[in-house]
């Protein structure tokens, strides 16, 4: 197993609060934990990302959101227009929902062309593809990975949060595999969805993953360190 300090575990982490009920307080302490720890990101809902944007202004930590949250079922033009948005109002990644009822129902070239249309929208700025791979089997996460890594898509991501299970090594491993079998070197893996242990977090990074999203990194990178920090909001 790798080894990392606290410091190092930390930079893996966008560090998530996207509950309906997140307050703008919620959004400030997220904000002062991610500078405290130093975390790749904070990821947010669309609306508080003005807020994150001034708070973490001067440091190395990004703020992002989501898009077609948590469903995936919103139509292109409207994942493109918030893709846009975001970006305005100072997102520096967006992570999108598949469409994963059209996957289901087998129409694969209106499912990939959402995926190229929001990353067309997105420009310069990084986009993550959500899967929700509790829903979909192996043969389909292999399948859209590959759509990603062919397409120039910057991340494919496990899970919302909120949907079935999250993040699994069998998940990330196919990720890993299928992006290898592509020659998709660009592309990177995110796990997200159920994570709440060092333990589950140092499994997913030895499996491939490149980026942990959690509401529990304080809690995480503290247990590194050998402390207890309070669980934290929820994802």
């Known amino acids: 197993m790798t080894a990392f300090s606290p410091a190092e575990l930390a930079k893996y982490f966008d560090h998530t609060a996207l509950k309906a009920e997140t307050t703008q307080a919620d959004i400030e302490a997220l904000c002062a ?12 809902n669309a609306i508080w990302i003005p807020l994150a944007t001034k708070l973490l ?4 930590v990004m703020p992002i959101t989501v898009v077609g949250f ?3 079922a919103s139509g292109t033009g409207a994942k493109v227009y918030e893709a846009r948005e975001a970006i305005q109002n100072g997102a520096k990644e967006i992570d999108m929902v598949l469409s994963v009822g059209e996957v289901k129902s087998k129409q694969y070239d209106s499912a990939r ?8 929208a997105c420009g310069d700025v990084p986009l993550k593809v959500i899967f929700e791979t509790s ?4 043969d389909e996460i292999a399948m859209v ?9 910057d991340f494919v991501k496990t899970s919302t949060g909120f949907g ?4 699994s090594v069998n998940d990330i491993r196919i990720m890993r595999e299928t992006i290898r079998s592509v020659d998709g070197s660009h ?13 589950d977090t140092l499994s997913l990074i030895e499996a491939g993953a490149d980026r942990i999203g959690a509401s529990a990194t304080k809690a995480i990178v503290a247990e590194l360190g050998g402390g207890k920090a309070d669980a934290a909001r929820g994802y």
């Open 33 to 44: 934990e991610a500078r405290q720890l130093g975390t790749a990101a904070v990821c947010v």
């Open 187 to 199: 592309t990177r893996i995110k796990a997200s969805g159920g994570i709440r242990t060092l333990k």
């Open 164 to 167: 079935g299970r999250g993040a």
């Open 135 to 138: 829903l979909l089997t192996d």
């Open 57 to 60: 202004k001067g440091t190395d």
């Open 145 to 153: 990975t590959g759509w990603c890594a062919e397409d120039g898509v």
């Open 70 to 72: 948590p469903l995936g």
């Open 113 to 120: 062309s959402d995926i190229v249309a929001v990353k067309k």
